[in-house]
């Protein structure tokens, strides 16, 4: 035998529940975005490096050191995207979608980066993305917030806490950026390597530190929140009051300031604590200059992304994924005669009863040995042909979830009587 080769670490194969765990998420997503008027949106997996050097930030985590970027045959720096953001800025500027328009769209897809692999987070992890370009009122901030709730609803999730922030513009974030760097350089002994690099590069980050050896002094710096223009005030409290309109709880984390450097005014995250040190399963807010940074003309924006794998995670931990039965009708054919016009028969239900699972039994066996595998798929009835049944056009109808005895059909009724059976359940 040859060795087996293996997958690459920190990226995961789904299957079974993880797979249907992961589908269930996507399409509850999908059903609330709609119910809001969103539009799917498809983009490449590979862009030029320059677009995340350019939009994510040269001296964040990502740009620095989480990236997998390569040079393709044609020698161009290529990076498999780290996230979605970028590239569906890339994609409205390119094809001309903010002209005149407003544009509210989500994707779905892995996203790479080349981090540590712990639970909660892996080198290749999928995200559901959300944005929203020409509009900057606190009203659609207020929006993706109400979305992303009625998100986890669906989903059964209640734990998940809303902690919101504003960043302010870009002048006052300036200002207050020599303030924590005065209050910072007063501690400087109390820093741990990555924040002292900081200091120079990102000092904001500093706040966003997961060293609980730094948890007091961050705590006692002084606050953005303190340092904010008239302007971004306004708009957090608007934010505020549309959030307590829906009755939407929320904490204001004055430390909140998101890892990519592209946000202002409202940022937000949902976060678990029964996920351990992962625990933000969304992330999001505004981004009024990233457009015009990659640029297009200047264009508001508004966006969130959710780590779908820590959203599997919490699903699979408290059982919220339903077993979905593989079959409603399973297919029992004994013989090469009884598998031909099973599987014509097999064809029609499926035409006249395009919600029923019908599955085939492929590939012969004994009935005792069929009959397992009807059971095992969950199905509500076995359809049952051997070549006596094929000889009298008869099919044997047997209920295996219920006390019922065994029927026999014959072919020209059997679609009729079975879309009936469906119908009353
Ligand atoms: P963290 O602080 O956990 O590293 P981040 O700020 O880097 O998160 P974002 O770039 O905002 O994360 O991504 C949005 C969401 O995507 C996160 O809140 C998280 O749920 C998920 N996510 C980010 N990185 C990973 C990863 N490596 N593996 C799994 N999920 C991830
Ligand atoms: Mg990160």
Known sequence: MSKQISAIRGMNDYYGSSAQALDFIVETAETVLHQYG??????????????????????????????????????DSLTLRPEGTAGCVRAV????????????LYYMGPMFRYERPQKGRYRQFHQFGVEVFGLSNADVDAELIALTARLWDKLGLDNLELQINSLG???????????????????????????????????????????????????????????????????FEL????????????VVNPNLVRGLDYYNKTVFEWVTTELGAQGTVCAGGRYDGLVEQIGGK??????????????????????????VAEADIFMVLVGDAASRPGMVIAEQLRESLPDVKVVMNCGGGSFKSQFKKADKSGARIALIMAEDEVNNQQVGVK?????????????????????????EL
Not at 51 to 71: H, P, Q
Not at 240 to 248: Q, V
Not at 300 to 322: H, Q, T
């Open 93 to 104: 500027i390119e094809n001309g979608l903010t002209h005149n328009q407003i544009q509210k």
């Open 169 to 235: 513009s870009l002048e006052a974030r300036q200002a207050y950026k020599d303030i924590l760097v005065n209050y910072l350089s007063q501690h400087k002994d109390q820093l741990d390597e990555d924040s002292l690099r900081r200091l120079e590069t990102n000092p904001l980050r500093i706040l966003d530190s997961k060293n609980p050896d730094m948890k007091s002094l961050i705590e006692a710096a002084p606050k953005l929140m303190d340092h904010l223009d008239e302007e971004s005030k306004a708009h």
């Open 298 to 323: 200047a264009t508001p924006a508004s966006g969130f992304a959710m780590g779908l794998e820590r959203l599997m995670s919490l699903l699979m931990d408290k059982n919220l994924v339903a077993d």
């Open 38 to 75: 969103y539009q799917s949106i498809r983009l490449p997996i590979v862009e030029k490096t320059e677009l995340f050097a350019r939009s994510i930030g040269e001296v964040t985590d990502i740009v620095e050191k989480e990236m997998y970027t390569f040079e393709d045959r044609n020698g």
């Open 399 to 423: 209920f295996l979830r219920e006390e019922r005895d065994q029927v026999t059909l014959g072919w020209q009724s059997l679609e009729a009587e079975i879309t009936n059976y469906f119908n």
């Open 239 to 250: 934010l505020k009051t549309y959030l307590d309109d829906l009755g939407i709880e929320y």
